[in-house]
């Protein structure tokens, strides 16, 4: 088994595959433009939007870490009022400015305020200047529970950076699909009218042997209903063609009237490693494993934040106060205070029920972890079989094509030395074109299937086409 798994994977050149020239189709028409594969993507990247409406949410993510936590801002304050004392028969203003600043990383708030006014038993004005510091020594500790929210907020934008990209991935990966499908109902097009042409030609020459009294009303009549047969299948054909031709010209936005013809790539066939060497290097350097160790390290520091939480709100204050009279502060008396200030819920039911809930989702991220290992590993291991089967099921098809069309000579022969029915002459039309269309099928999904491997390795997109891409969008954003 190994060593069919290592033989097969010479068809995995997981970076150039879908970026190698191939040869164009030989039905390919003169008249019509050859859009070949690379002319493709080319054009749905610089037309089609859908790419830029899911990496224009890559660059909110830059913002998300002044969004969610505490602001390191220097906030003013200003109270301006005006006072009657009604019994005294006087009125007098009175300010307050004060200036605060936090440091959230240390958890550090530093406050100055200043206030003048009268007071009710002195006209005289008075003010007040003071300057005070509280830092924090139990909840938020020197701004640990901060710094755990900002390694947290980090590791969120990580993964949402590499959910833009796989986002992108995914639709990139779908356009290919459907290139292919247009490709797989172009070909199975040109086998319905080849097909179907081939059996107008037989009618026609039945038609001459009918007027020659050499074949039967009823023969003539079979074959006229295998021409409706086949034009029948025609018109779905042509349906399913123009379908994903639609689908081909909404991608690359094309408003001119032209037929496109499909060139695809030739996937290249190259030694690889083995399939567990592969599996090793996708856990170690794809962005999947990436996401899933960053969600298991987040959850594992929600559980530390909230720990932090059950602590008591204790703060040191330190602090000077000057007063005087009139806005000069004069004649000031001065002094240093110190102290403390605690605040302390209990039970401190919440905040221990989302400590509590945080360890059990910490739990469910470790179990999500093991699973999604054996999850992929399987996903990608069966992905591996089908490739294998899709390899050995087209050389099967070509030997069958090679077959059918010897058959299809020999019954022409014998049908026309009556050594066999016209039955078996149709028949054999009919065995050819079915295994024209099996080949075709397994030709699609053989590829269609790369394109999935390379999407759940994450090796579909090229990281400098989104980075260019990202520049471009901020120039526009701008």
Do not use: C
């Amino acid at each position: 088994m190994l060593n069919q798994m290592s033989r097969l994977f010479r068809i995995f050149t997981l970076i150039s595959i879908l970026f190698v020239s191939g040869e164009m189709s030989a039905h390919a028409q003169t008249q019509d433009e050859i859009l070949s594969f690379e002319r493709f993507l080319e054009l749905a990247a610089i037309n089609d939007k859908e790419f830029e409406q899911i990496l224009i949410d890559e660059l909110t993510l830059k913002y998300q870490k002044r969004l969610k936590l505490p602001a390191k801002d220097l906030v003013l304050s200003l109270k301006q009022q005006h006072e009657f004392y009604l019994s005294q028969d006087r009125q007098s203003p009175d300010t307050t400015v004060g200036l605060t600043k936090l440091f959230p990383l240390s958890g550090t708030e530093i406050a100055v305020d200043y206030q003048v006014g009268a007071s009710l038993a002195s006209r005289n004005k008075s003010s007040e200047l003071s300057f005070t510091i509280a830092q924090p020594i139990a909840e938020n500790a020197f701004g640990r529970s901060t710094q755990l929210l900002d390694k947290i907020v980090g590791l969120e934008v990580d993964v949402a950076s590499h959910q833009v990209v796989e986002a992108y991935e995914d639709y990139l990966a779908s356009i290919i699909l459907a290139y292919y499908t247009w490709h797989e109902d172009y070909e199975n097009l040109l086998i319905g009218k080849a097909s179907y042409n081939q059996n107008v030609k037989l009618l026609d020459s039945m038609n001459e042997r009918e007027k020659q009294k050499i074949a039967l009303p009823i023969d003539v009549n079979k074959v006229r209903l295998q021409v409706l047969s086949k034009k029948e299948r025609l018109t779905e054909l042509e349906e399913e063609y123009k379908n994903s031709l639609n689908i081909i010209q909404r991608i690359i936005r094309s408003q001119e009237k032209v037929v496109y013809v499909p060139q695809p790539t030739e996937p290249m066939i190259l030694v690889s490693e083995s399939f567990e060497d592969v599996f090793k290097s996708f856990m170690d350097l794809s962005r999947t494993f990436d996401i899933i160790k960053k969600l298991e390290d987040k959850s594992s520091l929600e559980v530390d934040r909230d720990a932090d939480d059950l602590l008591p709100s204790i703060n040191i204050i330190a602090g000077y106060e000057m007063s005087g009279d009139d806005y000069a502060v004069k004649n000031d008396d001065d002094f240093l205070f110190a102290g403390i200030t605690m605040e302390w819920p209990f039970p401190n039911q919440v905040a221990r029920a989302e400590y509590e809930v945080s360890k059990i989702m910490n739990k469910k991220q470790k179990f999500s972890t093991v699973n999604t290992y054996y999850r992929l590993y399987t996903q990608l291991m069966n992905l591996y079989l089908q490739i294998e089967r899709e390899v050995k099921l087209i050389d099967i098809a070509e030997e069958r094509i090679k077959l059918a069309k010897s058959i299809l000579d020999d019954e022409g022969k014998n049908y026309s030395f009556g050594k066999v029915t016209l039955n078996d002459y149709i028949q054999a039309f009919n065995n050819l074109d079915t295994t024209r269309f099996n080949k075709i099928a397994h030709d699609s999904q053989y590829r269609k299937l790369l394109v999935e491997w390379l999407r759940l390795n994450d090796k579909l997109v090229n990281k400098s086409e989104i980075t260019a891409k990202l520049n471009k969008l901020k120039t526009e954003v701008k």
